[in-house]
């Protein structure tokens, strides 16, 4: 086999226009935005319009990157989308958008590992274009998040926005840029402190609706420990250390978890990303929302080597280590 790896060579985002601030908060349920600035790190977030859906924000994710990278739609060979709040269940999300970018020849899939998800269909996009079998893969991860939300439950209903980010990889010799390692982990023995009931095949009587259920100081407990200790077993994998790091893109939940995973990892503030004041955790879609913010605020240079970092339902959590081109 060849010495291949995935480089990225586009990315794109995609926001509603729509804002929502901790002040319209404040007139739907008992909160404060200092409550939410402090314990959490979110100043709004975004939410869909009527009539916008989950394609319609991966389909212009994908596009913007799917420009920057110069190919034509027809060269993708696959479209991922992760999501937990697709459409519909069928057709994929991934299916509307190869329609509307006019992917003729891409296969198309959607993945769910909640806020995990861009990282496990980037590992997915990398084993597909390492082994020699495709050479030009989009990545998206596209949420509506609000979709979930109890509007009367203030644990909850504060901390999420919608959202989409989307990169394109494509096949390039390895020992240089591009994915240098991964790690995927799961444990679903944690599988009830986040969980969106009445969401599939299952009935949950016990709960009205489909809403987000989480317990939040056990959430926060896991993010801290598991996604330190991905990030920290992924740089391993490469060969490197968290002085070879130029930034670290980590899942934005909440600002005290990427606080405290940067201390334990050593990493000084300017070298972690942050964008969850602008709009808050939407779910998967948060990193490659941030990863294009980084391109376009000139975060990261030639040979510059990033972190991405995630963690979510499941529980699921995961890391990469990337070299920028
Ligand atoms: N406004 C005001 N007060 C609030 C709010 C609110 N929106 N929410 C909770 N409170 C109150 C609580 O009722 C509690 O009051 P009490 O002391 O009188 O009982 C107090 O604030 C403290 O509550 P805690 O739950 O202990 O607050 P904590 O500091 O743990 O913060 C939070 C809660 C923000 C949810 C935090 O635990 C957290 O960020 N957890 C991780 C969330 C996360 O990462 N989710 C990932 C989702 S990923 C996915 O896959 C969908």
Known sequence: MQNLTAVITGVGKAL???????????????TSD?????????????????????????????????????LAADAL????????????????????????IGAARAGAMDV???CTGFIYAMGTAWAMIRSGLMKHVMVIAAEVVTSSLDWTDRDTCVLFGDGAGAVVLSAAEGGGAGILSMRLQADGNYA?????????????????????????NDVFKHAVRDMTECATDALAAAGLTIGD?????????????IDAIATRLGVPPEKVFINIEKYGN??????PIALCEAVEQGRLKPGDVFIIDAFG?????????????
């Open 16 to 30: 509603p226009d729509r804002r929502v601030t901790n002040a319209d908060l404040e007139q739907m349920v008992e």
């Open 77 to 100: 060979d696959l479209i991922i989308v992760s999501t937990t709040t697709p459409d519909t269940l069928y057709p994929s999300v991934s299916c509307l958008v190869q329609r509307e």
């Open 192 to 216: 009830d402190i986040l969980k969106l009931p009445n969401s599939g095949s299952r009935a949950f009587p016990e709960y009205a609706g489909r809403f987000i259920k989480m317990q939040g």
């Open 282 to 287: 939407t779910s998967s879609a948060t990193i």
């Open 112 to 114: 769910a590992a909640a």
């Open 313 to 325: 339902a499941g529980l699921t959590w995961g890391a990469m280590a990337i070299r920028w081109k």
């Open 245 to 257: 790091v130029s930034l670290v893109i980590p899942h934005q939940a909440n600002i005290r978890i």
């Open 34 to 70: 200092e409550w939410i600035s402090k314990r959490v790190g979110i100043k709004e977030r975004r939410m869909v319009a009527d009539g916008e859906w989950t394609s319609h924000l991966a389909a212009r994710a994908a596009k913007d990157a799917l420009a920057m990278s110069g």
